[in-house]
C-alpha cells in the first residue's frame, strides 16, 4: 500500500534523508527507530506530503503522494506530529472534530450524524469523552497526546502516522494508545507508521522496524532481527543486553549502567560464616543480591536475591495457597520476600550438612537438608492428588564466580545427576515400586551466584566447576542422609517418633 522507493531529501542545503527504501503492508504496525537526529521525522515529514523528495518516490496504492490533491491525501493519511507547546482556543469535541474537514465538501457543509457518530466512538476509544466540553488547554501532555490521536482516528485515515505517540503517556495510556493502534491494525486494516524511541515497545507492538542511521536504513526486519545487541551497540554506541521478554515471544533490551553501583561494586564473597541454622529455618544472607536460579516456593525462576531462607514446617503442614502464606511468614521474620528465595521442608533441620569447596579461581558452597522418607523412583512416579509430604531434599549452591546463564543450567543437571549417585549408592528405596529412588516428589534447588570473578561459561561434569559441583553435592548429600537416618535409628531405638 505505501512504497517508498530511493527517497531522499531535507531542508535547503542539507540532505537528510539518504536513499531509502521500503515498503509498508495495509494493516502493519511499521516502526521507525534511530537516534536523536537521524532524520526520522524528516522522513515522517516527506511521507505525509509536507517535505518535497529531492530524489526516488514515494506512493500510495500505486500512485504518486505529490499527485494527490491536498484533500485527497488528508482522506489517507493522518499525522500525529509530536507535541509542542501552542494555544488551542477549542473544546477537546471541537479539536477531535477538526479531523472531519478532509471529508467535508465545502467549509459549510453540514455536521452528519456519520460525522458525530465517529467523533464519539473514537472519543470513547481514546477515553477522552468524559471530558469533551472543556477546553483543550486545561488538559495536560498526556491528555491533549491522546485529543489529537483522536483527531487523526477521525479523518478516518488508510495510513496512520505517529512521530514519538508515548511521550507524554504515562505507563498505562501508553499500553493503552499502542494496544488501541494494534487493534485498529488489525481489525480495521489501518496501517500504522510510528516512530518509536523506546526500543522494548517498539518490540512489544511493530510487525517490523526500520532502524535509521545517519538519515540511511541501517536494517529494515522484525523486532528480532533489528534488536540485536550488535546492531543497537552500534548505532545507538550503547551497550545493551538482549533477553526474551518473560511473558511473550518478544525481544526486550535492557541498558547497562555506565558506572557499577558502589554496594555492587563491593567484592562479596560467600562462606559459612553467613549461615546461620536453627531448628526453625536454616538463613543464609549475602550483602548485596546474587544473581540465582531457583524452584523455591518464594523466588523461583531466575532473579537476583539476598536472602535465602529454608524453613522446617511440620509435616502434617498443609496450606491452600502456600506462596501466599510463605511470603507473610517471610515478612514476619524480617525477610522482604522480592529480596528473598524462600523453601520449606519437613525435614529436621539440626541433620543438615553443608561444605566449602574450592576451585582454581572460585569456590563453591552447597548446604543440603535431606528427608528421604518419601523417596520415589522418578522414572516410575505417578501425580500425587492432595496435600504432598512435605518431606524433601533441599540442596543450596552458592558459587563465587561469575555463571552464564548456560552454567546456571548445567549446574542444576549436574547437581541432580550428583543427587541420583548418592540414592544409588546408599540403596535408598522407592517404597512402592521397591526400585532405587531418584529424589522425593518435592525436591528443591537453587544456584546463587556472586557474579564476581573468574568467568565460569560452563558448569558440566567436564568443567572444573562441574567437578566440584557434582562432588561437594555428593558428599554433603551423602551426609545429610547420614545424619538423618541416625536420628531416626536413634529415635526408633529410644522408643521416640524422629
Ligand atoms: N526544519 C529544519 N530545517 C533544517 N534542518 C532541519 C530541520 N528539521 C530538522 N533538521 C535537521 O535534520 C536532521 C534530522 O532531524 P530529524 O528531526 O529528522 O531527526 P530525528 O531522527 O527525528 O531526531 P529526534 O529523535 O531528535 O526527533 C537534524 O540534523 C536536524 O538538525
Known amino acids: 500500500m505505501l512504497i517508498v522507493e530511493n527517497a531522499s531529501g531535507g531542508y535547503t542545503g542539507e540532505e537528510v534523508v539518504k536513499d ?21 521525522t524528516t522522513l515522517l515529514k516527506m511521507i505525509s506530503g509536507l517535505l518535497n ?29 509530536q507535541l509542542s507547546p501552542q494555544v488551542f482556543p477549542y473544546t477537546v469535541k471541537e479539536m477531535v472534530s477538526l479531523g472531519r474537514y478532509a471529508h467535508h465538501s465545502g467549509l459549510f457543509q453540514k455536521w452528519t450524524k456519520q460525522d458525530e457518530e465517529i467523533v464519539q466512538k473514537v472519543m470513547k476509544q481514546t477515553n477522552i469523552q468524559d471530558f469533551q466540553n472543556t477546553s483543550v ?3 495536560s501532555g498526556g491528555e491533549q497526546q491522546r485529543i489529537f490521536l483522536a483527531q487523526a482516528l477521525v479523518q478516518n485515515p488508510q495510513i496512520l502516522l505517529l512521530d514519538e505517540p508515548t511521550n507524554h503517556l504515562d505507563l498505562a495510556y501508553q499500553k493503552e494508545l499502542l494496544d488501541l493502534l494494534r ?15 523506546d526500543l522494548n515497545l517498539a518490540s512489544l507492538y511493530c510487525d517490523r522496524l526500520l532502524l535509521m542511521e545517519d538519515g ?34 518478544k525481544p526486550q533490551l535492557h541498558l547497562m549502567p555506565g558506572k557499577r553501583d558502589e554496594k555492587l561494586a563491593k ?46 514446617v511440620d509435616e502434617t503442614y498443609y496450606c491452600v495457597d502456600h506462596r501466599k502464606e510463605m511470603r507473610e511468614y517471610l515478612s514476619e521474620k524480617g525477610f522482604r520476600p522480592n529480596q528473598t528465595v524462600g523453601m520449606m521442608t519437613a525435614v529436621n533441620l539440626e541433620d543438615n550438612s553443608y561444605g566449602e569447596y574450592q576451585g582454581d579461581g572460585f569456590s ?64 535408598i528405596k522407592d517404597k512402592k515400586t521397591n526400585t532405587v529412588a531418584t529424589g522425593t516428589p ?43 537416618q541416625k536420628r531416626k535409628a536413634t529415635a526408633k531405638s529410644n522408643g521416640s517418633i524422629g
Do not use: C
Not at 536504513?217 to 550488535?230: G, K, M, T
Open 20 to 40: 531509502i527504501s521500503f515498503s509498508v503492508e495495509k494493516g502493519e504496525f511499521f516502526g521507525i527507530l534511530g537516534p536523536n537526529g537521524s532524520g526520522k
Open 53 to 81: 523528495l529531492d530524489k526516488g518516490k514515494i506512493e500510495i496504492d500505486g500512485k504518486s503522494i505529490g499527485a494527490y490533491s491536498k484533500k485527497e491525501l488528508a482522506k489517507r493519511i493522518a499525522v500525529l506530529p
Open 137 to 139: 488547554m486545561e488538559h
Open 183 to 197: 487493534k485498529s491494525a488489525r481489525n480495521e486494516g489501518l496501517t500504522v507508521i510510528a516512530i518509536l524511541h
Open 216 to 249: 540511511k536504513a541501517r536494517a529494515i526486519e522484525n523486532p528480532d532481527e533489528v534488536l540485536s545487541e550488535e546492531l543497537i551497540k552500534h548505532v545507538y554506541r550503547t551497550e545493551v543486553i538482549k533477553q526474551p521478554h518473560s511473558r511473550v515471544a
Open 267 to 312: 567484592d562479596i564473597y560467600i562462606n559459612e560464616s553467613q549461615l546461620s541454622i536453627s531448628r526453625e529455618k536454616i538463613v543464609l544472607q549475602a550483602e548485596t543480591p546474587l544473581k540465582t536460579v531457583s524452584s523455591g516456593v518464594v523466588g523461583s525462576g531466575f532473579g537476583w536475591y539476598k536472602n535465602f531462607v529454608n524453613r522446617h
Open 364 to 427: 563453591v558452597m552447597v548446604v543440603v537438608t535431606a528427608g528421604i522418607g518419601a523417596a520415589v523412583d522418578g522414572t516410575k512416579s505417578k501425580p500425587i492428588v492432595g496435600p504432598v509430604n512435605a518431606g524433601t531434599i533441599n540442596t543450596w549452591i552458592f558459587i563465587n564466580g561469575n555463571l552464564t546463564e548456560e552454567a546456571f543450567i548445567q549446574s542444576i543437571i549436574t547437581a541432580t545427576e550428583a543427587k541420583a549417585q548418592v540414592l544409588r549408592e546408599m540403596g
Open 442 to 484: 518435592t525436591d528443591s534447588i537453587l544456584i546463587a551466584a556472586t557474579q564476581q570473578g573468574k568467568k565460569l561459561d560452563y558448569a558440566g561434569t567436564a568443567t572444573e566447576l562441574g567437578a566440584i559441583i557434582g562432588k561437594a553435592v555428593y558428599e554433603e548429600m551423602k551426609q545429610a542422609i547420614l545424619n538423618y
